[in-house]
């Protein structure tokens, strides 16, 4: 089963940006759909963009314009870029693929005002 590794996350102040990372340990990632996900403690995990093979994008309106997810397959790497960033961003991100049903273990971004 594909192993899926998030980092990039922090602590950062309102405004700022962050760069998100998923390296995902398999050989079909090129040819994966995959999607960045957050989660809030009590709350339903929450879709933020879902990434094609190709690299075609599909966001969720509440970080369109903001957030920007693309993937490098020849790196097996997908990322998140993460731009103005506000309070109410902090969470845990996860990556996810859709042909293997699986999900990586998080990585916090803290958002201070």
């Known amino acids: 089963q594909v192993q899926l590794v998030e980092s990039g996350g922090g602590l950062v102040q ?3 940006s ?3 990372s998923c390296t995902a340990s398999t050989i079909n990632f090129s040819k994966a759909p995959m999607a960045w996900y957050r989660q ?6 929450e879709r933020l963009v879902l990434i094609g093979p190709s690299g075609t994008t599909s966001y969720a309106p509440s970080v369109k314009g903001r957030f920007t997810a693309s993937r490098d397959n020849a790196k097996d790497t997908m990322y998140l870029q993460l731009d103005n960033l506000q309070p109410e961003d902090s969470a ?13 273990q998080g990585t916090q971004v ?3 005002s």
């Open 92 to 104: 845990a991100y996860y990556c996810y693929s859709y042909t293997d049903n699986s999900w990586g």
């Open 110 to 112: 803290t958002v201070s």
């Open 14 to 16: 309102a405004g700022e």
């Open 18 to 20: 962050l760069r998100l």
């Open 40 to 45: 809030v403690p009590g709350k339903e995990r």
